[in-house]
């Protein structure tokens, strides 16, 4: 009990501190002491040293990775048997009921889970590549990081994408299909392989066949599945080149998606559209089931939290606190 309670002051102490959790270690805190009370007819007070706490130091966010999965239906995760989605859920924190925003489309919806805030605000309705449109509007998280001299990268299966922030944004940009359409299960893997190589401090990778897949055979096809389970080997590949080159312990990784899918389209507002998965693993993460109601603009402000940048105030998305193991945030945003 006592421990709990030096664990809970440590907490309290410390978080005021670590808006950055790219700060150093905390402090080592200095010996306190502790008086015992004493009866009057014995010998005057003593004083017994307190042991001196150290708290083991945390690892420091280094970096971010934010993987999204197009189409991923909450159900599809044990449906497809995505192994290496499911560990990550064992280990870190999560939801199954996050909510993406309307329309429940490729482009708004991943301008949202960047820029932090409602299609109102970053205006990107549309969903193909219009570059005459130029890019979601506002200071979205690959602005916050590259300002502050993280390498920035984006790795995304569909063009499109490229409208989420402006090319000055991201230090390395690529896409594999122009199309919408066309499969490609090596492309995205193989360029965000060498982008951990090359050392990033926030990467967003986007398997994009899935989708493809949902609109040809139906969400939840044997199809569509086979395609996630392929996209998790993807996902485990990424997770173990991270562990190879020695980043995996300072990384945080958020796994998401854009949208869900009924029969073989998305882009309405029933449940089965907008209703995305939200996991997050890490350093500092309290492993569990998230209570918070999570919106898809949370992970830019999210990843924001974790690195330690500011938070425009402007953001629709607020930092999903709990999973870092502080209180329910019940005036988080009330989604769009
Ligand atoms: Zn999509």
């Known amino acids: 009990m006592i421990q709990r309670i030096l664990h809970l002051t440590l907490l309290i102490i410390f978080l005021p501190s670590c808006g950055s959790f790219a700060s150093p270690p905390p402090p080592t805190l200095a010996p306190t002491r502790l008086v015992i009370p004493s009866p009057s007819s014995t010998p005057p007070p003593t004083e017994t040293p307190f042991p001196t706490i150290t708290p083991t130091p945390l690892p420091s966010v280094e970096r971010v990775l934010i993987v999204s999965f197009d189409g991923l239906r909450p159900d599809a995760i044990a449906a497809a048997n995505m192994v290496n989605l499911l560990s990550l859920m064992q280990n870190g924190a999560f939801t199954l009921s996050a909510q993406t925003i309307m329309p429940s489309l490729t482009l708004p919806s991943h301008a949202s889970m960047l820029a932090g805030t409602c299609p109102a605000k970053h205006i990107v309705r549309w969903n193909e590549y ?101 996209e998790d080997k993807g996902l485990g590949l990424l997770i173990q080149a991270l562990k190879d080159k020695g980043m995996y312990e300072s990384t945080m990784i958020i796994v998401t998606s854009d949208h869900g899918g009924h029969e073989t389209t998305h882009g309405t507002d029933l449940p089965e559209d907008m209703t995305i998965p939200w996991i997050i693993s890490g350093p500092r993460i309290a492993p569990g089931k998230l209570s918070t109601q999570v919106y898809t603009m949370d992970t830019a402000a999210t990843a924001a939290f974790a690195l330690g940048l500011p938070l425009p105030p402007e953001w629709d998305g607020t930092p999903v606190f709990e999973a870092f193991g502080m209180p329910v945030d019940e005036f988080g945003n009330s989604g769009c």
Not at 159 to 182: C, G, H
């Open 130 to 230: 219009v570059p005459q449109n130029g890019f979601a509007l506002g200071v979205d998280i690959f602005d916050l990081a590259h300002a502050a001299g993280m390498r920035t990268v984006m790795v995304v299966g569909k063009e499109k994408l490229r409208q989420v922030t402006e090319p000055a944004s991201t230090d390395y940009f690529d896409f594999v299909d122009r199309t919408d359409k066309i499969e490609d299960s090596t492309t995205v893997l193989r360029l965000a392989l060498a982008q951990i190589n090359t050392g990033f401090g926030l990467m967003f990778v986007h398997f994009a066949d899935s989708d493809i897949e949902g609109h040809k055979n139906g969400w939840m096809s044997r199809a569509q599945l086979e395609v996630y389970g392929r």
